[in-house]
């Protein structure tokens, strides 16, 4: 089974909206750490924000946010006022506890349009 | 210290050679990982390090790849007998110990098999 899950392939946003990036997992640990990375067309991965699975409060970056609903094992990402620097891949990771390695989803190909 | 670093950036090889690519991580970082990408999908876990001991490798990982961290600081990444879908992104990424560390990835190596 997929550990992280991306259903939106690709997703277009007008430059100064709020956009939301879905991703879900699945995990039967309880104590696990979820990841956003951002990977723009020169190809580097960029940490944008974590959150951890016992942490009270959706976790805040800047204009990243994450909205963390553990019941239903998403922790989909929020970015506020978009840019046109923004337009890139958004990658959703999770690591298990005592894990070395992070799992990624297939990613999300975001567009701010001008 | 810079980040992680990636040599050589773009590697283009006939089918059967083999290829050696180097990571250099972030001078206090003890993890290290090695992922491959393929284009529109997010990173594949291979391997990870903590020091100079490979604590996992994929079972996807053919036997024809190996790693090495000898001294727990730079890591090499080696195919043998390269094939066409071995064609990828090789993304290099180290981390401090602890799960809610997030990883710091290198540029890459772009590796095209012809």
């Known amino acids: 089974a997929q550990k992280i899950t991306q259903t939106q392939p690709g997703m277009f946003v007008q430059e100064k909206e709020a956009v939301t990036l879905d991703c879900t997992y699945d995990?039967?640990?309880?104590?696990?750490?979820l990841f956003w990375y951002k990977q723009p067309s020169s190809g580097e991965m960029i940490f944008l924000i974590y959150q951890g699975s016992y942490d009270e409060q959706n976790a805040t970056e800047g204009r990243y946010s994450l909205n963390f609903q553990k019941a239903r094992k998403s922790a989909n990402l929020v970015i506020s006022a978009s840019q046109l620097g923004d337009s890139a891949m958004y990658f959703c990771a999770m690591r298990e506890p005592g894990m070395g390695q992070f799992y990624f989803g297939t990613g999300t190909s975001l567009t701010v349009i001008p | 210290d810079t980040g992680v670093s990636q040599d050589p950036r773009h590697k283009i090889t006939k089918r059967g050679q083999n290829v050696t690519f180097r990571c250099d991580p972030i001078s206090e970082h003890n993890r290290l990982y090695w992922y491959r990408q393929t284009l529109g999908q997010g990173p594949e876990f291979l391997t990870y390090f903590q020091n100079e001991a490979q604590l996992e490798k994929s079972r996807l990982l053919s036997d024809r790849f190996s790693a090495e961290r000898p001294k727990g600081s730079f890591s090499t990444l080696e195919i043998q007998r390269t094939e066409q879908g071995d064609s990828a992104m090789y993304l290099c990424?180290?981390?401090?110990?602890?799960?809610?560390?997030?990883?710091?990835f290198g540029p890459g190596t772009r590796l095209t098999v012809t």
């Open positions: 990424a180290s981390s401090p110990l602890g799960d809610s560390y997030e990883q710091y």
């Open positions: 995990t039967s640990d309880q104590s696990y750490g």
